[in-house]
């Protein structure tokens, strides 16, 4: 077949490249803040912790989710090419639109965290605070910690799925096209959310809980895109060709099948790492060589939620029906 | 209330690009971006070879996903069918040209707002047909009101097979297509 | 008030049809303007984007014409433009344009320039072309031209006392075929357009042309239709073109051999006895002698010559022949292919006078039947010319248009008298005739070059003054005769004011007149509405409304001239000598030519390289409009046209740049490569106009390749001096 195209915007022909870096970026903090929030909720509220019960685990978790998500944000926002009419978001609700919601949303999760992050500090950093009203609300909501980290449990989790909603929506990019997509997102931005507390928290014993649980979460996200790849293979000829540029080593499609590769080994590379964390002896502190590998895992985990979210936005674009298709 | 589509007759276009520049001058474009283009599907070997001219613009679909996922209400129906956009509302977000399956979207790259093709909605209040169906060479463009059983677009309709672009897709396209190839012998 | 029935009908269905869809009737462009308000100004003019003159309706808002559309009442238009008239408002306003008078300063041929007033411009103009006329004779000024300006400068010429005038338009184009059919039928099968009632034809039979590519607007127009009734397409051509595409028919005929195709046809059409013989024996002249001198070419020969399937050549015609005489074998148009042309087109005219096509509906129309009063607003008639012209070379049927390759060997040597000094007007030369070496060679021996033109094309940028013409969408032009199935009158007038220093080719060449002491040649009055009071008085003359055709409807219809087929009361007229349709030509005898054509092969490229044929674009018009903003970013660069097999046999991927060179070791631009299976494996395509070496065009220059460039060889018609061109090999070099 020869086909030629007279007339074509450039941003969608012959490749769709409306998003960009930016917006993968957006998605991996976004995510990865929802797995700070949730993760670091987690820690405080699970039964049988050992360590001071007032700490959620360290302080800086609960204050870098915030920041990430408007660092996120922040490049979201340069993704828009009318970067001054940004309020508009926030002059009408749309109830059919996914990222109306995302905008809302928004509004409810930041009060959310920063109350958390502020009710979870501890004493000697509050002493710090020069801002009387940061203070005064900082005491005020510490005795509400716990309801306030049961609250980020569950946002957490929606601000992560919902970075995977988004996407999951365009019927136009069958790649994306998959409510199982959330679902990964959500595996992807919770296993992260653990790495970086492996990686932040001193305690022993919080680095090894979050070294198991993100064992089970790297599963559970290789399984999701697992699942993604099996389920668009078998569905329409559309899905099935939006997942071949990762099947496909030629020159065009190397990026994506660079990815899998990448994935494929940093993350089952990491679940074993961890697991000869867990099973390994320990004395009372982790040893150097131990803290080397945990870290080393967790660094794996982050570059794989990065290459996910790169890949996808990047694929998914490629995707379509029709002569996209060829 | 009409309820605009248009039929094009795929036998007739003989691929000109009339329609391609009248657009662009009746609309100002901006350079290199479109809002309605023109293939050409060559198939087979030779000598023995088949081909489909296919114009392509917003099919202005009844169940249009820019419509769905435009988080503003920029992208609107309007009362005859139509897809719009409220420059004013859009934020650039790209959303819409993301979602659309046609890829029929661009951004005005002055002014930071999705386009796309309106029917020549200031034409059709004048009561001018599309500008590239009026300079249409070939008369592969016809334009009019469904809801009119005695328009052009109606009685084509009725009488003749046609076909929507990406049916599969299940966006209600207003977009018709006939006589896919020309007749022959 | 003169609407043709035609017009009428269509107004009628328009405002009858959808009440709210149906256009807002154009009765009047002054009636539109006042309805919308404001500042809107409606301006019926025709397009000069291309030579097919449709009416065009410019719409100005606040000064600036913001948009162009088809005349309604046009009937080349029929209320739309192409591509190329859409995009006329990118030609006005493009920052290119040539913007004022400039004269070289330096060597010819390193573009240096400074800028002139008019005055000084045509001062010096004036004093040179004098002294040329005083020390060799006026002859040895010539002017060669393109579109209209040409006619100001013709005026400036004649009056001088030179004849030496030509057109690319003949033998670069369209010319051999009209000497062929005034030869058969007495007239061109067209002026202002090929009278071809395609709209009603049931199989049109294409040689070479490309409709579709070649976008002359009602022409396409009537050929959709008949695509869309069913209408059977017989296309014959190397390459499947977009004419192609619609038809039943593609026979993809082996180069050179087209003439092979007709004459076995013309031999079954006899043979079969499917010729209308009632027609025959009523209008034509020769029948046996063309029987006996076809006999030979079977349809068994042409398969073997053409390399078509014998079944598809018999089929094809007798196809043909079963719905004749509503039927037509299309006259074609850029006809200067192999050398031997007059004897193809008059192979297709013959065809054609035996299927009886002549004056039947679906065929070809009757010329319509209208008299336009001579008009030359009193000026003096020209002296006689000072010496022959070598305009006709050594061809004793070349036409009134001039041999433009005859005027360029003789400014090369001198033969029989000097050439010194060229009026150009509107023809990128460089771009037009084959063998740039040689163009280059003679505008290098002159000792005077002026140049009138919109843009500083490769040949502009060789002139020793430039003029800058305004576009169209600035300046009035003749009023044009247009023939079409009726007569009608259209009008070519401002929609805005010249841009920068430009001026009118009418008031540069009356200036130019006054300035040469020949006031009486000049148009009468002074400013700048001395053209427009001329058109009155010409309007006048014709019996037409001047107020209507500037201010209306921009055109208007000669009453009672649409007498389109033959009836009792409405026989053909042949303007040959005998009368009637000439199937045997003694004409062409009397000089020692073929009186039927016969077959003469054509060179054969060697192995390993490619004919190179060329065509076109619909959004281009030759090299004139690649500069265009709108165009261009359609069609920026050409491509070469390889078939696929042969891409592979080589090594060639599709998108892959290369460089053409030809026998004569002449190398192309870069060019894109499109592997296709839409092409015979011995030949080569690309669309003509490309790949300028023009630095001030910035848009086109250097974009894509130059096809003249390769077609440094030529063969001459003996008949006419059309130049064959498609007579280039070409290999392809793969490091681009």
């Known amino acids: 077949m020869e086909l030629s195209i007279t007339g074509t915007n450039a941003i969608t022909y012959p490749v769709m490249h409306v998003w960009d870096w930016r917006v993968a970026i957006y998605l991996f903090l976004g995510g990865l803040s929802g797995g700070l929030m949730t993760m670091s909720a987690i820690n405080y509220l699970r039964p049988g912790r050992k360590g001071p019960m007032q700490s959620v685990c360290c302080w800086q978790i609960p204050v870098m989710a915030p920041i990430l998500l408007s660092i996120g944000l922040f490049f979201l926002w340069l993704d828009l090419e009318r970067k001054l009419h940004g309020y508009l978001f926030y002059m009408t609700f749309k109830p059919l639109s996914p990222m109306s919601w995302g905008a809302w949303i928004v509004l409810v999760i930041y009060p959310l965290m920063i109350l958390y992050a502020l009710a979870a500090l501890p004493d000697e950093v509050k002493a710090r605070i020069k801002n009387g009203f940061v203070k005064n609300v900082a005491d005020a909501v510490a005795p509400h910690l716990s309801k306030l980290a049961k609250l980020n449990v569950v946002f957490g989790v929606l601000l992560s799925i919902y970075t995977g909603i988004l996407l999951s929506t365009f019927v136009a990019r069958p790649l994306w096209n998959s409510a199982i997509l959330p679902l990964l997102f959500l595996a992807s931005g919770m296993s992260t959310g653990a790495a970086v507390m492996i990686i932040i928290a001193k305690n022993k014993e919080v680095k090894l809980f979050f070294t198991k649980l993100d064992i089970w979460l790297i599963f559970f996200e290789l399984l999701v895109l697992a699942l993604m790849f099996y389920g668009h293979y078998t569905a329409d000829a559309a899905h099935r060709a939006a997942i071949m540029p990762f099947f496909n080593s030629s020159h065009d499609t190397f990026p994506y099948f660079l990815s899998i590769i990448t994935i494929g080994i940093l993350l089952p590379l990491a679940i074993v790492l961890k697991f000869l964390e867990v099973t390994g002896k320990h004395t009372e502190e982790v040893s150097g060589f131990g803290l080397f590998l945990m870290n080393t895992s967790a660094i794996f985990v982050l570059i794989g939620g990065a290459i996910i979210r790169f890949a996808l936005v990047y694929a998914g674009q490629l995707s379509g029906y029709g002569y996209n298709m060829m | 209330m009409p309820r605009y589509a248009m039929v094009i007759d795929q036998s007739r276009c003989i691929g000109c690009m009339a329609c391609v520049v009248a657009c662009k001058r009746e609309n100002d474009v901006p350079p290199e971006n479109y809002r309605t283009r023109v293939l050409e599907i060559v198939q087979g070997t030779y000598p023995t070879l088949t081909t489909e001219m296919r114009s392509e613009l917003c099919n202005h679909c009844d169940n249009a996903p820019c419509v769905s996922i435009c988080p503003t209400g920029a992208s609107h129906h309007e009362e005859d069918g139509t897809v719009q956009i409220d420059r004013k509302k859009c934020v650039g977000c790209k959303a819409c040209i993301t979602s659309c399956p046609y890829n029929v979207r661009y951004i005005n790259e002055e002014h930071g707002y999705a386009d796309k093709c309106s029917f020549c909605q200031h034409r059709l209040r004048e009561g001018k047909k599309p500008a590239c169906v009026a300079t249409c060479v070939g008369g592969s463009r016809i334009f009019g009101d469904l809801d009119d059983p005695e328009s052009e677009v109606s009685k084509i309709l009725r009488r003749v097979g046609h076909r929507v672009l990406k049916k599969e897709v299940g966006t209600g396209p207003n977009i018709y297509y006939i006589n896919q190839y020309p007749k022959r012998a | ?736």
Not at chain 3, 193 to 219: A, F, K, P, Y
């Open chain 3, 1 to 736: 008030m003169a609407f043709s029935r035609r017009n009428f009908l269509k107004y009628a269905a328009m405002s009858a049809g959808g009440a709210v869809l149906a256009d807002t009737p154009f009765i009047s462009a002054e009636a539109r303007a006042k309805a919308e308000g404001g500042n809107v100004k409606y301006v019926p003019t025709s397009c000069e984007m291309c030579f097919w003159k449709c009416g065009a309706v410019a719409k100005v808002v606040d000064g600036k014409v913001v948009k162009l559309e088809g005349n309604p009442f046009h009937p080349q238009s029929r209320g739309k433009l192409c591509a190329r008239g859409q995009a006329g408002i990118g030609q006005l306003y493009d920052e290119d344009r040539l913007k004022h008078p400039m004269i070289l300063d330096g060597p010819r041929g390193e573009g240096k320039y400074r800028k002139a007033s008019w005055d000084e411009a045509l001062t010096l103009v004036a004093e040179k072309m004098k002294a040329i006329a005083e020390k060799h004779g006026p002859e040895a000024i010539a002017m060669m031209s393109h579109g209209s300006p040409g006619d100001y400068f013709t005026n400036v010429l004649k009056a001088m006392g030179s004849r030496n005038i030509a057109f690319p338009s003949f033998a670069q184009c369209k010319g051999i075929r009209d000497v062929a059919w005034e030869l058969t039928f007495g007239h061109k099968p067209g002026s202002s357009c090929e009278r071809v009632d395609m709209e009603n034809s049931r199989v049109i039979v294409l040689l070479g042309t490309h409709l579709g590519e070649n976008m002359h607007n009602s022409q396409n127009q009537e050929f959709a239709e008949a695509v869309s009734r069913g209408a059977k397409i017989i296309c014959v051509d190397p390459r499947y073109s977009t004419a192609a595409s619609k038809s039943a028919f593609w026979l993809p005929i082996k180069p050179g051999t087209d003439t092979a195709l007709l004459l076995a046809w013309i031999n079954i059409v006899i043979s079969e006895e499917l010729y209308d013989k009632e027609y025959v024996e009523k209008y034509t002249v020769g029948f046996d002698e063309v029987k006996e001198a076809v006999a030979e070419y079977t349809p068994e020969w042409a398969a073997q010559e053409t390399e078509l399937p014998m079944r598809q050549i018999v089929e094809a015609v007798r196809e043909l022949c079963r719905y004749a005489p509503n039927v037509v074998v299309h006259p074609g148009r850029h006809y200067s292919w192999y050398g031997n042309d007059t004897q193809r087109a008059r192979a297709v005219a013959i065809l054609n006078a035996l299927l009886g096509t002549w004056g039947r509906k679906g065929g070809m129309w009757l010329p319509p039947k209208a008299k336009f009063a001579s008009f030359n607003d009193g000026n003096p008639a020209y002296p006689e010319a000072s010496k022959p012209p070598v305009i006709k070379g050594n061809f004793p049927f070349a036409g009134g248009e001039g041999v433009t390759q005859a005027l360029r060997d003789t400014t090369i040597n001198g033969k029989p008298y000097p050439i010194k000094a060229w009026l150009v007007a509107g023809t990128n030369l460089m771009k037009s005739l084959p063998d740039q070496r040689l163009t280059r060679e003679a505008i290098d021996s002159l000792d005077f070059f002026v140049a009138i033109d919109l843009f500083p094309t490769e040949t502009v940028m060789l002139a020793d003054v430039i003029l800058p013409e305004c576009t169209y969408l600035e300046r009035h032009d003749g009023l044009f005769k247009i023939k079409t199935r009726e007569a009608g009158v259209a009008i070519r007038q401002p929609a805005v004011e010249p841009m920068y220093e430009t001026k009118p080719a009418w008031w540069i060449g009356s200036e130019l007149c006054k300035k040469l002491g020949l006031k009486e040649y000049a148009v009468k009055g002074d400013g700048m509405d001395a053209w427009e009071d001329r058109m009155r008085r010409q309007a006048e003359a014709w019996g037409v409304d001047f107020e209507q055709l500037s201010k209306h409807t921009g055109y208007v219809t000669i009453p009672d001239s649409e007498k389109p087929y033959i009836t009792e009361d409405n026989q053909p007229v042949f303007g040959t000598f005998s009368e009637k349709i000439e199937l045997y030509s003694e004409e062409l005898e009397g000089e020692g030519f073929d009186p039927v054509p016969q077959y003469e092969p054509v060179e054969q490229p060697p192995k390993n390289m490619f004919r190179l044929i060329y065509g076109r674009s619909p959004v281009h018009t030759f090299s004139r409009t690649i500069n265009t903003q709108w165009l261009w970013e359609l069609h920026k660069e050409n491509e070469v046209w390889l078939n696929k097999k042969e891409a592979e046999r080589l090594g060639i991927k599709n998108g892959q740049y290369v460089v053409l060179e030809n026998q004569d070791g002449i190398r192309c631009n870069r060019i894109k490569v499109k592997a296709t299976e839409r092409i015979r494996q011995d030949c080569v395509y690309m669309v003509h106009g490309f790949g300028h070496n023009a630095p001030r065009l910035s848009r086109a220059n250097k974009s894509g390749a130059d096809d003249q460039q390769l077609i440094s060889k030529y063969i001459e018609d003996p008949i006419t001096g059309g130049t064959g061109m498609r007579v280039n090999f070409v290999k392809i070099i793969k490091e681009a």
